[in-house]
Every structure is written in C-alpha cells, then in structure tokens.
C-alpha cells in the first residue's frame, strides 16, 4: 500500500556518519523538529555496483538539496561497520569516500519491513511451513518527506535501475510551489514554468497558454 499522504513511521534507526560516529536517527523527527524536508532514499548493500554511483550523485546534488531546506539520508540493511568500511574505501575501487550525509544501518529491518521494500519473498516447503526466498534486501525506494513529517513522494526501484536524482529536486520544487502559492504543478513542471488553479478555469487557462 502507497504511504503517501500519510505521516513517516516514526522509528529510531542505528546510522553512521562520516566521521564514523554511531548515531541514532528518526526520520520522522529529523523534520518536524528541524522544519526541513528530507529525502530518504534506500539502496540495497553497501559494496556493490549501481549502488555508489547513486550515493555520489547524491552526494554530488547536497548543495541543491540545501538551497531547498532538504535533508539527505541514504540507508540500506547492512550494519554501521561495513558502511563505515566503505566510507573508507576510495571511490575509484567501488567505495563511498567523500559521502557526507548519514546513512541508517536498518541491520534488523525494522523500518525497512514497516515500508514494505525488502525483497522477500513468501513461499511454503513441502509440510506447508512458511519459507522465506529472495535476497533479504531492499529495493531502491524513495521517499520525499516534508516539514510536517508526511510523505509527498515514494518510489521504489527493482535493484537494476539506478535513480535520477534531478527529478527529485523537481519534485521538492513543485511541492514547495505547491506549499507558497496553493497552486498545482502541471505535467513536466519545473521552477520557473506557470502553474495553475486546481479548477476548470484553471486548467483552460493554462491549455490556452501552453
């Protein structure tokens, strides 16, 4: 089921910084007691292939996130050991060096199985017992959080397909549009294009001028 429009699970996750501290984040709270947007976006383990290129081209759009009162957090299943042993690992032999935002160790799932994104599937053995398949990771989901501690935006990725991490700024534009002015953001809206009213005059304008 879609979380959107609903409040972010308000869980305490183990993290690990870049300085290699261990921390304890809420997603939840990282919004509403900072009154900042956040994006969380989750990738299934550390040391592997589409993965570091999807954390460095985060890593790369943290300023754009920042002009737009957005926090980045990356998580995956893995424990906060093995991604501080890849934030030391140099980013021409597959690691993540150089990544500045926090990324949770859900080691134990919990909020991964809350969203519903790990990659685990039912299935039963011959004397009708429950047996789980699949791989025990996450898929590339993605949520969009705002100030309030609700979801404006999920996605999730099958494991092959690498995310663009422009859209998501697009998105954090329109929502904030959408925020300030009461507006509604039309298809392949981006800053600075028109907007319209969310009534039939509205959108009659809008076709008349586009």
Same mark, same amino acid.
């Given at each position: 089921?879609?979380?959107?429009? !609903?409040?972010?699970?308000?869980?305490?996750?183990? +993290?690990?910084?870049?300085?290699?501290?261990?921390?304890?984040?809420?997603?939840?709270?990282?919004?509403?007691?900072?009154?900042? !947007?956040?994006?969380?976006?989750?990738?299934?383990?550390?040391?592997?292939?589409?993965?570091?290129?999807?954390?460095?081209?985060?890593?790369?759009?943290?300023?754009?996130?920042?002009?737009?009162?957005?926090?980045? #957090?990356? =998580?995956?299943?893995?424990? &906060?050991?093995?991604?501080?042993?890849?934030?030391?690992?140099?980013?021409?032999?597959? @690691?993540?060096? @150089?990544?500045?935002?926090? #990324?949770? +160790?859900?080691? $134990?799932?919990?909020? =991964?199985?809350?969203?519903?994104?790990?990659?685990?599937?039912?299935?039963?053995?011959?004397?009708?017992?429950?047996?789980?398949?699949? *791989?025990?990771?996450?898929?590339?989901?993605?949520?969009?959080?705002?100030?309030?501690? !609700?979801?404006?935006?999920? *996605?999730?990725?099958?494991?092959?397909?690498?995310? &663009?991490?422009?859209?998501?700024?697009?998105?954090?534009?329109?929502?904030?549009?959408?925020?300030? $002015? @009461?507006?509604?953001?039309?298809?392949?809206?981006?800053?600075?294009?028109? =907007?319209?009213?969310?009534?039939?005059?509205?959108? =009659?304008?809008?076709?008349?001028?586009?």
């Amino acid at each position: 089921m879609s979380l959107v429009g !609903k409040l972010f699970p308000n869980v305490a996750i183990d +993290a690990m910084s870049e300085m290699g501290d261990d921390l304890k984040i809420n997603v939840f709270e990282e919004a509403v007691n900072n009154q900042q !947007k956040v994006i969380l976006f989750w990738y299934p383990k550390d040391f592997t292939f589409v993965c570091p290129t999807e954390l460095h081209a985060f890593q790369e759009a943290l300023p754009e996130f920042q002009k737009r009162n957005t926090v980045i #957090i990356g =998580a995956s299943c893995d424990t &906060n050991e093995v991604h501080f042993a890849w934030l030391n690992t140099p980013k021409d032999n597959g @690691g993540i060096e @150089g990544v500045t935002y926090p #990324i949770l +160790a859900d080691t $134990h799932r919990q909020l =991964a199985n809350i969203l519903g994104i790990v990659d685990q599937d039912l299935d039963y053995d011959e004397e009708g017992n429950e047996v789980y398949t699949g *791989s025990n990771v996450t898929y590339r989901a993605t949520y969009l959080i705002d100030e309030t501690g !609700k979801i404006f935006h999920e *996605s999730v990725n099958d494991m092959p397909l690498g995310r &663009n991490v422009k859209e998501y700024l697009r998105l954090i534009d329109a929502y904030s549009h959408v925020q300030k $002015h @009461g507006e509604v953001c039309p298809a392949n809206w981006e800053e600075g294009k028109e =907007a319209m009213n969310a009534n039939r005059t509205g959108v =009659a304008e809008y076709f008349s001028k586009n």
